[in-house]
């Protein structure tokens, strides 16, 4: 079964423009977690969405969106970038949103903002 | 407080030593205990998971929980070079959802 698969892998924007990131679950698998990682941060989660709807948020401003299709994939949009927000940007898939469902991460998306 | 808390290390033991990996975390009512494998530039990888106090044992790798205490533990046994990397302890908090709280994560070095 193919795992998590995530595009663009790498991204060089500059600042005030915005970015798309494109997610692939799993096959079978329906809800999709959005992380941030940063050295300074760590892994910190961004939103996730089930059958098309944003079930929970994390802390990250309005700037952060996303959105989920109905074949489960899902894309996160950064508008606006500044330089804090280079990144490694990783999409987990799990089979559902409920609690101690396991996470699988895609490979990433590693944002650089000028 | 952070919710989830792990020595940054780095943590180096000699090839065929155990390891140990410690994680304690904040919210008492947490339910679920995960930890993934994180090669440098690479995503994190699923080791294991654990929901009950205990021990839990996958090949040469051992989760224990303590609820009480909150923390959860992995042990490495016989570790291998190919060992070395960050780990990192997730924490599923209850009324979250599916929404993980990671530790900043334990670097593993294990020396040849």
């Known amino acids: 079964k193919a795992g998590v698969t995530q595009t663009p892998r790498y991204l060089i924007k500059t600042r005030g423009q915005q970015v798309t990131l494109s997610c692939s679950p799993i096959s079978g698998h329906r809800s999709v977690s959005w992380y941030q990682q940063t050295p300074g941060q760590g892994l910190q989660f961004l939103f996730e969405y089930f059958s098309e709807t944003q079930r929970n948020k994390g802390n990250f401003p309005g700037r952060f969106s996303g959105r989920q299709f109905s074949n489960s994939r899902s894309e996160m949009n950064v508008s606006t970038l500044e330089l804090g927000d280079s990144a490694l940007y990783l999409c987990a898939s799990s089979k559902s949103s409920a609690a101690q469902e396991t996470q699988y991460f895609g490979p990433g998306t590693r944002l650089l903002v000028l | 407080q952070k919710e989830v808390e792990q020595n940054s290390g780095p943590l180096s033991v000699p090839e065929g030593a155990i390891a140990s990996l410690n994680c304690t975390y904040s919210?008492?009512?947490?339910?679920?205990f995960f930890w993934y494998r994180q090669y440098s530039g690479k995503s994190p990888e699923l080791i294991m998971f654990i929901y009950s106090n205990g021990d839990k044992e996958d090949g040469r790798f051992t989760a224990q929980l303590n609820k009480a205490s909150q923390y959860v533990s992995l042990l490495i046994r016989d570790s291998q070079p190919s060992d070395s990397a960050t780990y990192l302890c997730a924490v599923n908090r209850p009324n979250t959802g599916n929404q993980f709280y990671f530790g900043t994560g334990t670097s593993l070095t294990v020396i040849p």
């Open positions: 919210d008492r009512g947490s339910q679920s």
